[in-house]
């Protein structure tokens, strides 16, 4: 397979409720469509939406013969339809401005045809075209301009597409079996809409027929930006060795209070001090309490941080604290 490699910007990713760093931000993941295409054969997975006629058909099947589907299961499509093409999509349930789309798709070796994954908005259609086509190239939209990414996409192999889009930039970039194909600028998406759906798609005309292809393996992930923790002081002047009420509240980027209870905060503080509690727990508003008696030398500066207890990047300090003279 030859493949056109432009510079790549990279990004680390761990897999669950975790943190993405991008451009020195901190991004939480959250996992929003995760299909194994593992159901009955002959089936529609839950959840999504197909459209075909009586010869254009997209369905579970097996698929023994074709190794590394899993659970030896895949999803079909198959067009011997000149008025229809046969497509499945899956609405995220609300717009998603920075996400990522991954699928595993094999192109039939007797009936290849091309087999499309987009990405869709309910205010502007399509708004990410990629596909895989006849001549084994893939192809992306760099806005209306479809330019070849790679070739040699052979047919008989199951190949890995990511793509991966920011609707603040209203860019994307997309990788194959592993390696970015886009530019480190990315694509400019081919309509300004924020995504809400991903849909799947065989043929590139209508009229054009005997044409099958498999799916397996198809995510979809959510990126926000990570909450943090807005710390408070009852008195940011106390008298030396006097105690104050410290709180955290959980907040988003924007500073919304996210009302999570259950979440172990860990106290800690410069200058000395100490704390009736090292953790203490939010409660139904996201909101965790801690007394913090002071130094008992005037003058002496405290600034108390809040660290979440499962994420060690969400966190918050205080204000300066400055003990007075008694």
Same mark, same amino acid.
């Given at each position: 397979?030859?493949?056109?490699?432009?510079?790549?910007?990279?990004?680390?990713?761990?897999?669950?409720?975790?943190?993405?760093?991008?451009?020195?931000?901190?991004?939480?993941?959250?996992?929003?469509?995760?299909?194994?295409?593992?159901?009955?054969?002959?089936?529609?997975?839950?959840?999504?939406?197909?459209?075909?006629?009586?010869?254009?058909?997209? %369905?579970?099947?097996?698929?023994?013969?074709?190794?590394?589907?899993?659970?030896?299961?895949?999803?079909?499509?198959?067009?011997?339809?000149?008025?229809?093409?046969?497509?499945?999509?899956?609405?995220?349930?609300?717009?998603?401005?920075?996400?990522?789309?991954?699928?595993?798709?094999?192109?039939?070796?007797?009936?290849?045809?091309?087999?499309?994954?987009?990405?869709?908005?309910?205010?502007?259609?399509?708004?990410?075209?990629?596909?895989?086509?006849?001549?084994?190239?893939?192809?992306?939209?760099?806005?209306?301009?479809?330019?070849?990414?790679?070739?040699?996409?052979?047919?008989?192999?199951?190949?890995?597409?990511?793509?991966?889009?920011?609707?603040?930039?209203?860019?994307?970039?997309?990788?194959?079996?592993?390696?970015?194909?886009?530019?480190?600028?990315?694509?400019?998406?081919?309509?300004?809409?924020?995504?809400?759906?991903?849909?799947?798609?065989?043929?590139?005309?209508?009229?054009?027929?005997?044409?099958?292809?498999?799916?397996?393996?198809?995510?979809?992930?959510?990126?926000?930006?990570?909450?943090?923790?807005?710390?408070?002081?009852?008195?940011?002047?106390?008298?030396?060795?006097?105690?104050?009420?410290?709180? %955290?509240?959980?907040?988003?980027?924007?500073?919304?209070?996210?009302?999570?209870?259950?979440?172990?905060?860990?106290?800690?503080?410069?200058?000395?001090?100490?704390?009736?509690?090292?953790?203490?727990?939010?409660? %139904?508003?996201?909101?965790?309490?801690?007394?913090?008696?002071?130094?008992?030398?005037?003058?002496?500066?405290?600034?108390?941080?809040?660290?979440?207890?499962?994420?060690?990047?969400?966190?918050?300090?205080?204000?300066?604290?400055?003990?007075?003279?008694?």
């Amino acid at each position: 397979m030859k493949t056109w490699k432009f510079p790549d910007f990279r990004v680390g990713v761990l897999v669950g409720f975790v943190l993405l760093l991008l451009v020195g931000l901190a991004y939480a993941q959250t996992l929003l469509v995760n299909e194994t295409f593992c159901e009955p054969v002959g089936g529609i997975p839950t959840d999504w939406t197909p459209t075909m006629n009586e010869q254009a058909t997209v %369905a579970i099947r097996q698929v023994p013969d074709l190794s590394g589907a899993t659970c030896g299961r895949a999803l079909e499509l198959a067009d011997e339809s000149s008025n229809s093409f046969p497509m499945l999509e899956r609405s995220f349930g609300a717009p998603v401005k920075k996400g990522t789309f991954e699928f595993v798709v094999l192109n039939s070796t007797d009936k290849p045809g091309e087999i499309f994954g987009e990405i869709r908005s309910t205010d502007a259609g399509n708004v990410i075209e990629c596909r895989i086509d006849t001549a084994k190239a893939l192809r992306c939209r760099d806005g209306s301009t479809l330019k070849v990414l790679a070739t040699g996409v052979d047919n008989g192999v199951w190949h890995t597409v990511r793509i991966e889009w920011d609707a603040n930039t209203w860019t994307y970039k997309v990788m194959l079996n592993g390696d970015y194909v886009t530019p480190d600028t990315g694509f400019s998406f081919t309509a300004l809409g924020v995504p809400t759906s991903v849909r799947f798609k065989l043929g590139s005309t209508a009229a054009k027929v005997n044409q099958k292809a498999y799916i397996d393996q198809a995510k979809v992930f959510e990126y926000v930006a990570a909450p943090k923790y807005i710390v408070t002081v009852s008195d940011t002047e106390p008298v030396n060795g006097s105690a104050v009420t410290v709180q %955290a509240q959980l907040a988003d980027e924007n500073g919304n209070p996210i009302r999570e209870a259950g979440r172990t905060v860990q106290w800690s503080a410069t200058g000395g001090g100490s704390f009736d509690a090292q953790t203490t727990v939010t409660d %139904a508003t996201g909101l965790a309490t801690v007394t913090f008696t002071v130094s008992t030398v005037a003058g002496t500066e405290h600034v108390v941080t809040a660290t979440d207890g499962e994420n060690s990047n969400i966190k918050g300090d205080s204000p300066a604290i400055i003990t007075q003279p008694g």
